[in-house]
């Protein structure tokens, strides 16, 4: 095991010792348990990269954004 340390402020230390108290297991447990959970969980995408790419055009197809959101050229 690699031994590190890392800054938390005073209440989130208290509710995290808290924590692994009613689970009956170390904070460094609790520490461990919470990067493996975090860490294995799938990656969020923002819900708009699910367009990039999507549509072809050029970069001077953009200047029309405001025309077709907003009916004028600006918002």
Avoid: N
């Amino acid at each position: 095991m690699i031994r590190t340390q890392i800054s938390v402020d005073r209440e989130l230390y208290e509710r995290a010792k808290q924590a692994a108290r009613r689970e009956g297991i170390s904070f460094a447990e609790l520490c461990r348990r919470s990067l493996a959970e975090t860490l294995s969980r799938k990656p969020r995408r923002k819900p708009w990269m699910e367009y990039v790419g999507m549509f072809d055009g050029q970069p001077h197809d953009s200047t029309t954004v405001d025309e077709v959101l907003y009916g004028r050229a600006s918002p």
